[in-house]
């Protein structure tokens, strides 16, 4: 079974960026689609983006301009970037498994945006 | 894009069954079969419950099934228990912008 981990600060001041990792054990990196999700406190979820293992990504419309994610398959780790952020940022992000269905996921992080 | 469209609570006693709707439009819930629910207890991480409308991972209960008719898909927890109290969230492929968006979440009570 596929076992996610996100580590990275827990705390961002605005403007700054936010970067997190997401160590992938007990399965195959090229087995599946890598997503990046996250939950504000008290709000819905909202899918961030997804990178295939042949590097291919795709973004939510509403973050395109500020986010990347990327992949180290030698590392079994895939990362997110968020550029610019603001108080709106403050959320438990998630990593799972998955483009569209999300099967596996890790704890959640939270991060606050706050100087 | 809009988050789907699901009711904030929906109840029932235990042995009953219920249903959640999750109203999109025809970009994303009407046009394509890729919808999936998602189960969270508080301070939980979201458990899969079902995928491409109306197929269970391994390991849920036969007591959930999804089902869609045009832009509205449907969860229905049958024989409802306890343990099923929980918020549901629903999910979604949309050709407008070509992402994925989730429903507004419902609370589920068990009376």
């Known amino acids: 079974q596929v076992q996610l981990q996100e580590s990275g600060p827990g705390l961002v001041k605005p403007s700054e960026t936010l970067s997190l990792t997401c160590t992938v054990s007990?399965?195959?990196?090229?087995?599946?689609?890598w997503s990046w999700l996250r939950q504000s406190p008290g709000k819905e979820l909202e899918w961030i983006g997804y990178?295939?293992?042949?590097?291919?990504?795709n973004y939510n419309p509403s973050l395109r301009s500020r986010v990347t994610i990327s992949l180290d398959t030698s590392k079994k780790q895939f990362s997110l970037k968020v550029n610019s952020v603001t108080a709106a940022d403050t959320a438990v992000y998630y990593c799972a498994t998955g483009a569209g269905w999300y099967e596996y996921w890790g704890q959640g992080t939270l991060v606050t945006v706050s100087s | 894009q809009s988050a789907l469209t699901q009711p904030a609570s929906v109840s029932g006693s235990p042995g009953q069954s219920i249903t959640i709707s999750c109203t999109g439009t025809s970009s994303d819930i009407g046009g394509h079969n890729y919808v999936s629910w998602y189960q969270q207890h508080p301070g939980e991480v979201p458990k899969l419950m079902i995928y491409?409308?109306?197929n269970r991972p391994s390991g849920v209960s036969n007591r959930f099934s999804g089902s869609k008719s045009g832009n509205t898909a449907s969860l229905t927890i049958s024989g409802l228990q306890a343990e099923d109290e929980a918020d549901y969230y629903c999910?979604?492929?949309?050709?407008?912008?070509?992402?994925?968006?989730f429903g507004t979440g419902t609370k589920v009570t068990v009376l």
């Open positions: 007990g399965g195959s990196i090229s087995d599946y689609y």
């Open positions: 990178i295939s293992y042949s590097g291919n990504t």
């Open positions: 999910n979604s492929y949309s050709s407008s912008g070509t992402s994925y968006v």
């Open positions: 491409d409308v109306s």
